[in-house]
C-alpha cells in the first residue's frame, strides 16, 4: 500500500524556517518525480515544487523561488522542503505528492499544517 | 487569481448528469494534453480522477469522463450520487515559468 507521512509542520513567526519531510512507503520511491502541493485555509490548491526521480531537476513557482528547496534522499525513500524567509501568505497545508506524469498526482499524503504569523 | 477558470458551483440532481469546465489558454490548457482533476471532500486530501485529459486511474468509476476542446477542458460526472459532492479542481501543465496550474476549484452540490 502506498504511503505519504508528512511532518515538520507547526507554528512558525514572519521569516524565520520550517523543513519539511514526507516519508514514503509501498513503492519504488527512486522512480517517480515528487512534488509539494499547498492549500491555504479556505483556498484552492497551488503547485509549490518538484523533484526528478534522481534529484537532477527541480521546479519551483514562482512565489517560493529563492526561498524554499525541495530535496529528496533516495536511499531513506524520503522528500523534503526546506523552506525560508516565510511569509504569512505561506500559511497553508503541505501536502507531499507523487506524479506520475504532469500534474497526474496519483497519491497524497495528509498533509501537514504550517502557520506563519 | 488562479490560472486556469472554474466556475464555483455547479449543481445537479442524483443521477442526472453534470459538466464542469476549465478554461485556460494555448500555453497551458489548449497547448497540451496534461490536465488533471481532483475530487476533494471536506477535511480530506484531494483524490485523483482524471489524468492525460481523459484517462481514469484504476478504481476511479467510470461514471466520470474527462475531454477537452481548445482550451477549455471538461469533466463529466454521470449518474450523479450523493458522495459526489465535493470541490473539483482542474490541473495543467504550463509552459509559463510555473510549470503547473490549478484551476480555482468548483463546489459540486447534489441536490
Known amino acids: 500500500e502506498v504511503q505519504l507521512v508528512e511532518s515538520g509542520g507547526g507554528l512558525v513567526q514572519p521569516g524565520g524556517s520550517l523543513r519539511l519531510s514526507c516519508a514514503d512507503s509501498g513503492f519504488t520511491f527512486s522512480t517517480y518525480w515528487m512534488s509539494w502541493v499547498r492549500q491555504a485555509p479556505g483556498r484552492g490548491l497551488e503547485w509549490v515544487a518538484n523533484?526528478?526521480?534522481?534529484?537532477?531537476?527541480?521546479h519551483y513557482v514562482d512565489s517560493v523561488k529563492g526561498r524554499f528547496t525541495i530535496s529528496r534522499d533516495n536511499a531513506k525513500n524520503s522528500l523534503y522542503l526546506q523552506m525560508n524567509s516565510l511569509r504569512a501568505d505561506d500559511t497553508a497545508v503541505y501536502y507531499c505528492?507523487?506524479?506520475?506524469?504532469?500534474?497526474?498526482?496519483?497519491?497524497w499524503g495528509r498533509g501537514t499544517m504550517v502557520t506563519v504569523s | 487569481q488562479s490560472a486556469l477558470t472554474q466556475p464555483a458551483s455547479v449543481s445537479g440532481s442524483p443521477g442526472q448528469s453534470i459538466t464542469i469546465s476549465c478554461t485556460g489558454t494555448s500555453s497551458d490548457v489548449g497547448g497540451y494534453n496534461y490536465v488533471s482533476w481532483f475530487q476533494q471532500h471536506p477535511g480530506k486530501a484531494p483524490k485523483l480522477m482524471i489524468y492525460?485529459?481523459?484517462s481514469r486511474p484504476s478504481g476511479v468509476s467510470s461514471r466520470f469522463s474527462g475531454s477537452k476542446s481548445g482550451n477549455t477542458a471538461s469533466l463529466t460526472i454521470s449518474g450523479l450520487q450523493a458522495e459526489d459532492e465535493a470541490d473539483y479542481y482542474c490541473g495543467s501543465y504550463t509552459s509559463g515559468s510555473t510549470l503547473e496550474v490549478f484551476g480555482g476549484g468548483t463546489k459540486l452540490t447534489v441536490l
Open positions: 505528492v507523487r506524479e506520475i506524469a504532469w500534474v497526474a498526482f496519483d497519491f
Open positions: 523533484i526528478k526521480e534522481d534529484g537532477s531537476e527541480k
Open positions: 492525460a485529459v481523459n
